[in-house]
């Protein structure tokens, strides 16, 4: 992509409030930020911040009080379509199996389901999910619902991916090999990609860019570019490179949680 092309998400003094004139609170007050086409683009910040607040203000399922957002230098007047999400929870449905779990997009959108199909195995396939397309989720351990509910999201190969802490409930060992096929998905689909973490370290090992944001009302204090050569295997989170880049992002959520003033 060329530096010069535009971003394929815009957000310029972006406010959100919530409530009404008696109880009124503000979650995002001036969000200025920009995501490049193909990019990894991780937010980090506490809980409560407003990040994944963001992410809905961009899939379209929030319209926000004021500022401009725009995605393909369009403004959106409802859902995006040509993004999908990734949540914490899977969010399976327990009484379809894997496979039809994972072509449920395609049967909302009510495309042909043949060729869908054969994208559903490709993908469980990639995923090591080969063998348990006719299990269910209740037989599935909580990584390997995570990985199903992933397949699901690129069913369609929508191009743009909104991921709200799609590893945050898996346990340690499991998440980094979460975090590692994601990077090889990415690598190899080069989607647009806004991941929400509140690990620090999640972000600098999958990202080209983490920005950080301030406690409530969130603001993006910073954005630091993440130089590292890829594929980034688990061996490069040992290295002094990489500390400092995970070093830098913590003194910027330090520095924004002094900067944000305490609520009455």
């Given at each position: 992509?060329?530096?010069?092309?535009?971003?394929?998400?815009?957000?310029?003094?972006?406010?959100?409030?919530?409530?009404?004139?008696?109880?009124?609170?503000?979650?995002?007050?001036?969000?200025?930020?920009?995501?490049?086409?193909?990019?990894?683009?991780?937010?980090?910040?506490?809980s409560g911040c407003g990040k994944s607040t963001l992410?809905?203000?961009?899939?379209?399922?929030?319209?926000?009080?004021?500022?401009?957002?725009?995605?393909?230098?369009?403004r959106l007047s409802g859902p995006y379509t040509d993004?999908?999400?990734?949540?914490?929870?899977?969010?399976?449905?327990?009484?379809?199996?894997?496979?039809?779990?994972?072509?449920?997009?395609?049967?909302?959108?009510?495309?042909?389901?043949?060729?869908?199909?054969?994208?559903?195995?490709?993908?469980?396939?990639?995923?090591?999910?080969?063998?348990?397309?006719?299990?269910?989720?209740?037989?599935?351990?909580?990584?390997?619902?995570?990985?199903?509910?992933?397949?699901?999201?690129?069913?369609?190969?929508?191009?743009?991916?909104?991921?709200?802490?799609?590893?945050?409930?898996?346990?340690?060992?499991?998440?980094?090999?979460?975090?590692?096929?994601?990077?090889?998905?990415?690598?190899?689909?080069?989607?647009?990609?806004?991941?929400?973490?509140?690990?620090?370290?999640?972000?600098?090992?999958?990202?080209?860019?983490?920005?950080?944001?301030?406690?409530?009302?969130?603001?993006?204090?910073?954005?630091?570019?993440?130089?590292?050569?890829r594929p980034r295997a688990r061996e490069l989170t040992?290295?002094?490179?990489?500390?400092?880049?995970?070093?830098?992002?913590?003194?910027?959520?330090?520095?924004?949680?002094?900067?944000?003033?305490?609520?009455?």
């Amino acid at each position: 992509m060329s530096a010069a092309a535009p971003p394929f998400v815009a957000i310029d003094d972006l406010r959100m409030c919530f409530g009404g004139a008696r109880q009124r609170v503000l979650a995002l007050d001036g969000v200025t930020l920009a995501v490049r086409e193909r990019e990894f683009y991780s937010i980090v910040g506490p809980s409560g911040c407003g990040k994944s607040t963001l992410l809905l203000l961009i899939a379209g399922l929030l319209m926000p009080t004021a500022g401009e957002l725009l995605v393909r230098g369009q403004r959106l007047s409802g859902p995006y379509t040509d993004a999908t999400m990734v949540f914490q929870q899977d969010n399976l449905l327990e009484w379809r199996t894997v496979l039809a779990n994972v072509l449920l997009p395609a049967e909302i959108r009510q495309l042909p389901l043949g060729p869908y199909r054969q994208r559903a195995l490709e993908l469980l396939d990639l995923v090591g999910l080969r063998g348990f397309e006719q299990s269910y989720p209740h037989q599935l351990s909580g990584g390997m619902r995570q990985r199903a509910a992933l397949c699901r999201a690129l069913l369609c190969d929508q191009p743009l991916l909104l991921m709200d802490e799609p590893f945050g409930a898996l346990d340690a060992l499991t998440r980094e090999d979460q975090q590692l096929l994601l990077q090889r998905i990415w690598l190899r689909d080069q989607k647009t990609v806004v991941f929400v973490t509140h690990d620090i370290r999640e972000a600098v090992l999958l990202s080209d860019r983490v920005a950080v944001m301030s406690p409530r009302p969130g603001v993006i204090r910073d954005v630091a570019p993440i130089d590292l050569p890829r594929p980034r295997a688990r061996e490069l989170t040992e290295t002094l490179e990489f500390n400092r880049y995970v070093g830098r992002i913590r003194r910027a959520l330090e520095d924004a949680h002094a900067l944000t003033p305490m609520e009455s």
